[in-house]
C-alpha cells in the first residue's frame, strides 16, 4: 500500500528491500486506534510496510494472522521476526527506536508520566468512553455483531464526560500533556479526538482539549495520518457497498 506512505518512507523501504533488510510490517484496520501509529511513523519517517486488515471480512479470524495475534485483533506490528500487537506498546517501540525524537523523553519521572497517560488511555479514554461508544456505534456494524445498545451508549457518554473533565484540566496552562515536546502520551491520548467527535460527543465543550489537540492537528505528521486513515476508510466502504 505505498500510497499511504510518504515518499521518502517509500525510498527508504525500497532500499532497504535492495540491501536484504525486511522493513517493519503492520497489520491495521483504519480506526482511531491505528491513527496514533501512523501519526508517529510519518513523524519518525519509519521504514513500515502498511497492511490492510478488513474486519468486516474477518482477515482478523485467518489462521496465518491468529499466529500472529491470538487476540484476533489489530493492530499488530512485525520486526524482523518480533511481533508485538497493543497500540501503545506499538507507540513505545516505534518511538523508542529514535530517542532523540523525544517522543520516549529520557528523564525518568517524565517516562512515568508518559506511562501514566498511556495506562489511563487504555483504562479510561478507550475502553470506559471513547471506545465504548464507538464500539456500539459503529465497530459492532463493521463486525456484523448486531444493533448498538442505548445502555452501553449512555454509559460510555457518562464516562466520556468524568475523563474528558480529567484531561481538560491536566492541559490548562500546558501545550503538551508530558514536557516541552510532544511525546506518544499525546499521540495516544489525542488518536481518539477525531472518533469522538464523529461518534457525537461533546468534545468541543471542553476549550483545553480542543486547544491542546489543535496543535497536536497542526503537525504534518498527524495530518497525513488523517488523510490516509480517512482515504482508507473510504475505499473500504465502498468496497463493501459494491459487495453488497
Same mark, same amino acid.
Given at each position: 500500500?505505498?500510497?499511504?506512505?510518504?515518499? #521518502?518512507?517509500?525510498?527508504?523501504?525500497?532500499?532497504?528491500?535492495?540491501?536484504?533488510?525486511?522493513?517493519?510490517?503492520?497489520?491495521?484496520?483504519?480506526?482511531?486506534?491505528?491513527?496514533?501509529?501512523?501519526?508517529?511513523?510519518? $513523524?519518525?519517517?519509519? #521504514?513500515?510496510?502498511?497492511?490492510?486488515?478488513?474486519?468486516?471480512?474477518?482477515?482478523?479470524?485467518?489462521?496465518? $494472522?491468529?499466529?500472529?495475534?491470538?487476540?484476533?485483533?489489530?493492530?499488530?506490528? !512485525?520486526? #524482523?521476526?518480533?511481533?508485538?500487537? !497493543?497500540?501503545?506498546?506499538?507507540?513505545? $517501540?516505534?518511538?523508542?527506536?529514535?530517542?532523540?525524537?523525544?517522543?520516549?523523553?529520557?528523564?525518568?519521572?517524565?517516562?512515568?508520566?508518559?506511562?501514566?497517560?498511556?495506562?489511563?488511555?487504555?483504562?479510561?479514554? #478507550?475502553?470506559?468512553?471513547?471506545?465504548?461508544?464507538? $464500539?456500539?456505534?459503529?465497530?459492532?456494524?463493521?463486525?456484523?455483531?448486531?444493533?448498538?445498545?442505548?445502555?452501553?451508549?449512555?454509559?460510555?457518554?457518562?464516562?466520556?464526560?468524568?475523563?474528558?473533565?480529567?484531561?481538560?484540566?491536566?492541559?490548562?496552562?500546558?501545550?503538551?500533556?508530558?514536557?516541552?515536546?510532544?511525546?506518544?502520551?499525546?499521540?495516544?491520548?489525542?488518536?481518539?479526538?477525531?472518533?469522538? !467527535?464523529?461518534?457525537?460527543?461533546?468534545?468541543?465543550?471542553?476549550?483545553?482539549?480542543?486547544?491542546?489537540?489543535?496543535?497536536?492537528?497542526?503537525?504534518?505528521?498527524?495530518?497525513?495520518?488523517?488523510?490516509?486513515?480517512?482515504?482508507?476508510?473510504?475505499?473500504?466502504?465502498?468496497?463493501?457497498?459494491?459487495?453488497?
Amino acid at each position: 500500500m505505498d500510497e499511504i506512505l510518504h515518499a #521518502d518512507q517509500v525510498r527508504h523501504r525500497r532500499f532497504a528491500e535492495f540491501k536484504g533488510m525486511q522493513s517493519m510490517k503492520l497489520y491495521l484496520f483504519p480506526t482511531g486506534r491505528v491513527l496514533a501509529i501512523q501519526a508517529v511513523i510519518n $513523524y519518525l519517517a519509519l #521504514d513500515c510496510d502498511v497492511q490492510a486488515i478488513d474486519l468486516g471480512s474477518g482477515d482478523q479470524r485467518t489462521p496465518q $494472522y491468529m499466529s500472529l495475534n491470538a487476540n484476533k485483533k489489530m493492530p499488530t506490528l !512485525e520486526d #524482523d521476526g518480533f511481533v508485538l500487537w !497493543e497500540s501503545n506498546a506499538i507507540l513505545f $517501540y516505534m518511538a523508542a527506536k529514535q530517542p532523540n525524537s523525544g517522543l520516549w523523553p529520557s528523564d525518568l519521572k517524565d517516562q512515568a508520566d508518559v506511562l501514566r497517560w498511556l495506562a489511563w488511555e487504555s483504562a479510561h479514554w #478507550d475502553a470506559e468512553s471513547c471506545g465504548m461508544v464507538t $464500539y456500539e456505534k459503529a465497530s459492532k456494524a463493521v463486525l456484523g455483531l448486531g444493533p448498538p445498545d442505548p445502555a452501553f451508549i449512555a454509559r460510555g457518554e457518562q464516562n466520556f464526560a468524568r475523563f474528558a473533565a480529567v484531561l481538560d484540566t491536566s492541559l490548562r496552562s500546558k501545550t503538551w500533556l508530558v514536557g516541552e515536546r510532544p511525546t506518544i502520551a499525546d499521540f495516544s491520548v489525542g488518536g481518539l479526538v477525531p472518533t469522538a !467527535e464523529r461518534m457525537a460527543l461533546p468534545v468541543r465543550t471542553f476549550p483545553e482539549i480542543v486547544r491542546w489537540y489543535n496543535g497536536l492537528a497542526a503537525l504534518p505528521a498527524w495530518r497525513k495520518a488523517l488523510a490516509t486513515n480517512a482515504s482508507a476508510m473510504s475505499a473500504w466502504q465502498a468496497r463493501r457497498m459494491a459487495g453488497s
